[in-house]
């Protein structure tokens, strides 16, 4: 199996589990984050889709394809969670996800340079961006852990007596 199909099928695997993960989340348990935390679930999907962005779609295109503002939203440099009350809903960041694995396997699929096709310490650029897709990849599937036990939290919280 070529490279690019191992990618492609990673980035599937990877992006349905975020997808599948943000849609079982209820929508008012969407910016929700315990004390002491920094980010909750809306950030940390957002956040994924920031990432491979910065790591693959700009490189393999030149642009962002992101909205504006999104990277002072969900980028590694943006203000903590508790300093914003504005969020996209989730469907937009939903379908913002689907949209960009969508062009993630195009670009995989179309990848007719050979770009992705020779992974190896020696190979050059395209080593560089496999390393970018790769780590964008494996961020965000520590970034699910994180949503899971969020949600995992405001379950056993809905639980409790009061409700909280």
Not at 6 to 21: I, Q, S
Not at 31 to 45: F, K, V
Request: aromatic fraction near 6%.
């Amino acid at each position: 199996m070529p490279h690019t199909q191992h990618l492609a099928e990673l980035a599937r695997l990877v992006r349905g589990d975020t997808l599948r993960l943000l849609e079982a989340v209820p929508e008012a348990w969407l910016t929700w984050a315990p004390p002491g935390t920094s980010n909750h679930i809306l950030w940390h999907a957002g956040h994924a889709l920031w990432l491979q962005d910065a790591l693959c779609i700009r490189r393999l295109t030149g642009t962002s394809e992101l909205p504006d503002g999104w990277e002072e939203t969900f980028g590694s440099n943006c203000a903590p969670v508790a300093d914003r009350r504005d969020w996209p809903p989730r469907s937009e960041v939903h379908a913002l996800l689907a949209a960009q694995l969508d062009r993630l396997l195009e670009r995989f699929a179309a990848d007719t340079q050979g770009r992705l096709a020779h992974i190896g310490p020696n190979t050059g650029g395209g080593w560089d961006l496999v390393r970018g897709i790769l780590h964008g990849l494996h961020d965000e599937a520590r970034h699910q852990g994180e949503m899971y036990l969020l949600l995992k939290l405001r379950r056993s919280r809905s639980r409790l007596p009061d409700g909280t």
